[in-house]
């Protein structure tokens, strides 16, 4: 912690071009982290805006050894009356040029007026980075950010870390306040956001929030996410128990889609391939190989339809999020479905076949 507010505190100085005084720190807050509420009690159209961040001012003037959380809420009915309204209750101005993780609670999406005007107070000042982590909350993104006796101080730094360690992704594939702008300016691409609960005072990804067309469309489980992830071509390995109990990891997986009408219905055929290692049980018969092989890519192959099946009934998505594509595979389709995504994902089938290949029979 010693290490982390030193490294912190010179990224402020460099920040300010090396103009670093005690008053510039004193005048400035650095959240790590915000929390975007609705008040859905007695002042409707309100928001309530948390926020979590080390008190730099006391590390910088009592030598303190670890950082000091700050824990702030206010309401206001839009961004720019809160950030006003936190200048006017502390003396000092918002700086988000450390800021790492936002979190939205669910209902922010009952009040779509309300969440443009975000999008528009952050894209039109430039306040926030569009590469800024999003999450959201099942409950109060308020309460997340108050978890902080388990995650030993800010709630924010503990997300950053836990999104760091996060190893299953290509390039540290996560939604972002980007991708959020470019559903809203675009609407045309599906967009999965990690929902945080709390599980042992811990902020916990336990599912994950589906965007289509700038709606909240439902929740699918982590599971079923990291299927549609594999089946987009993000995921660095995938782990899969199949039904007799063989847990292999799948590693330098690319997963490749070709789209083609087929009797007047678009047709996306989705190739996943990929090197397999079984992690149990030890010591695979190589005679065993290419039945557990065959056994596997039927499985994935089934569980893959069987979800896409499932999003496009109950959620009407494409899970392989093909539309954004379609330009490229089928002139004629995409002139077809131009400006219709949603009417492209209800009609849309999807196909997949798998290669694997396991590599250890020891």
Known sequence: MQKYAFVTIAVLCLTFLCGCESTELEQRSFPLAMGIDLQTDESEGQLVVSFDFPDLKQISEKSKTADTPVE???????????????????????DYNHLKNVILSEENFQNMNMLRKILENWEGQQKVARNTSLFFAEGKAAEMLSLTEETEGSVGKYLEEMLESQKDFKANKIATIGDLMNQ??????LLLVPVLTEQGERPTITKYGVISNFQYVGDISVEEAMQVFLSQNMLERFQYESSDGTVIELTDIRAEKQIEEAEGIPVVNVSIQGKAKILQPQGIDVRQQYKIEQQIEQQLEFELTETAGKLQKELGVDMTNSYIAL????????????????????????????????????
């Open 72 to 94: 702030f809420s206010l309401e206001g009915e839009n961004l720019f009356e809160v950030e006003k309204s936190y200048e006017n209750n502390t003396n000092r101005i918002l």
């Open 327 to 362: 330009g490229g595979y089928d002139r004629n389709l995409y002139e077809e479905y131009k400006d219709m995504p949603e009417t492209y994902a209800k009609n849309i089938q999807q196909v997949f076949h798998t290669e694997i290949k396991i590599l250890n029979t020891n």
């Open 184 to 189: 809203w300016h675009n609407q045309d691409e």
